[in-house]
């Protein structure tokens, strides 16, 4: 392979956008981070400013080339991963008629609700797209849009659409107005079987599919993109997938049976069952893992809102920490005896409760909690979230799970990792590389544009191994309380 030609990833998530250069094997040269804001107001919306991170991209792309000399001709093609869900409205000049509504906002539950009332309805939209009704997905976050922001807006010249189809269209200066399979099924909009629009959710939710991008597949021809003349050429946008797609496809989790967890912000646990579009029973979403050369695969998902995020609320919010750095300390000296639990449902549980309207709670503390108890409870909160999923992700599978494949900061946390092997009664391997939902397209990126060999680019990933060793009786009765903590908060509500 050629080391002098390069891939360009691009992992745009909900706290910042990551630029990351691979060389000719599939290895990172160098990563570039930008923050952006988190725009939230008195009522707890939560944006982001669309602006704001395109021109991030466009100053990571120029610090990449003036830091490292890179020319345009050394880089084959661009891979983008997305954070998902979050939902963008902008005109044809693709200006944004107002910040973009982030995946995690509740604000539209009325429309869900509204929508909900009709049992047929909402029937209707779980069976086509796979997805439970929720106003997590961009169907109900559109439908607010255009009840709200872009009521005045001129249908003709009306985009919507999540942050890869945005990030596209003003990286192509607008020629290419297209979203990817693996994100289109995460709008509750899209027809899985047929992958295409469906025309009766999109009347149900009153959308006009003019205002919708193109589905192409994950690998599809996205454009070509100078970023704004830095390059001095264009270069081929040669894949797009969401962050959690684009983790489960760096994980090498190609066939059905393969499982991650990803931990970011929210968790993703997804479940790749292969051309089986497996429906779920027990609280799970079906989407499409990606589209490849026409090919799909399909994947059992749960979602959580606040993993990471409840790390940020404990250094932001509380100031008991003062970086993440310190959780793992405080968590090895916390009193194992202490009965404190966190259910972190600020915005409502998600997978597999799907309850928009209870709040978090905090429950079991004594007169001896203190930080640390806290600090605990709030990362045991992490892992008894996610295997609430794993264990509704076995009863659909119909099988044990052997092994579960993890990404992101947080599994840099060992007792987190080793609770979660404990709890899930499964191997977790934690990748020693953060960057999988960039590695994933970035890798997919260089496979089509022929410059990494489809198998043996993966071999650059290692992993660390956690294995199941917590007493059963212990380990059930951490679960209970768990599961009574989250009764409260139901019945609270």
């Known amino acids: 392979m050629d080391r002098k030609k390069y891939i360009l990833g691009i992992d745009q998530s909900t706290q910042g956008t990551k630029m990351l250069l691979f060389d000719g094997q599939g290895k990172i040269v160098t990563r570039i981070d930008r923050p952006h804001r988190q725009l939230v107001n008195e009522e707890g919306w939560v944006s982001h400013d669309m602006n704001e991170i395109y021109e991030n991209i466009i100053s990571e792309v120029k610090e990449l080339v003036q830091t490292l000399h890179i020319r345009g001709e050394e880089i084959c093609a661009v891979g983008i991963s997305n954070q998902r869900e979050t939902t963008a409205a902008w005109d044809d000049n693709g200006v944004p008629y107002c910040p973009a509504i982030v995946w995690q906002c509740g604000r539209a539950a009325q429309v869900a609700q509204r929508i909900g009332k009709d049992p047929a309805a909402a029937g209707l939209i779980q069976n086509v797209t796979g997805l439970p009704l929720s106003p997590f997905f961009p169907a109900s976050k559109m439908r607010w849009l255009l009840e709200h922001d872009c009521r005045a807006a001129d249908v003709r010249k009306l985009h919507l659409g999540t942050v890869d189809s945005y990030l596209v269209y003003r990286l ?49 021809s996205f454009g070509e993109t100078d970023f704004d003349g830095v390059l001095g050429r264009k270069i081929p946008i040669c894949a797009v997938m969401g962050d959690s797609h684009s983790a489960l496809y760096g994980q090498r989790c190609h066939q ?57 609320w404990l250094k932001n919010d509380l100031g008991l920490i003062a970086s993440a750095s310190e959780v793992n300390a405080l968590c090895a000296a916390a009193n194992p005896d202490d009965e404190t639990v966190i259910v972190p449902a600020f915005t409502g549980l998600s997978a597999p409760y799907w309850e928009s309207c209870v709040r978090a709670g905090m429950l079991g503390m004594s007169r001896m909690t203190k930080k640390a108890e806290i600090v605990k409870a709030a990362v045991d909160s992490i892992a008894q979230q996610i295997t609430d999923v794993f264990e509704a992700m076995e009863l659909d599978f119909g099988t044990s799970i052997e092994e579960a494949r993890a990404d992101g900061g947080p599994t840099k946390n ?30 997919l990126a260089g496979i089509t544009a022929g410059l990494y060999d489809k198998i043996k680019v993966f071999d650059n990933l290692t992993y660390r191994s956690f294995q199941p060793g917590m007493d059963e009786e212990k380990k059930q009765a951490k679960r209970g309380a768990w599961k009574a903590a989250v009764k409260s908060i139901l019945e609270y509500a």
């Open 172 to 220: 192509t200066k607008g020629e290419v107005f297209a979203t990817d399979a693996s994100n289109a099924s995460r709008t509750q909009l899209m027809d899985l079987e047929n992958r295409c629009w469906s025309a009766q959710v999109c009347e149900i939710f009153q959308i006009p599919q003019s205002v919708l991008p193109e589905i192409l597949d994950s690998n599809g």
């Open 256 to 312: 059905a049976g393969r499982m991650k967890i990803t931990y970011g912000t929210g968790s993703s646990i997804m479940l790749n069952t292969g051309s089986t579009k497996a429906a779920s029973r027990h609280g799970l979403a079906t989407s499409l893992a990606w589209s490849i050369d026409g090919e799909a695969s399909y994947v059992l998902e749960g979602n959580i809102n606040y993993t990471g995020a409840v790390i940020s």
């Open 414 to 443: 060992t007792y987190l990792m080793q609770l979660q092997s404990d709890l899930s009664g499964t191997c977790v391997l934690a990748s020693d590389t953060e960057e999988l939902s960039a590695i994933g397209t970035a890798y």
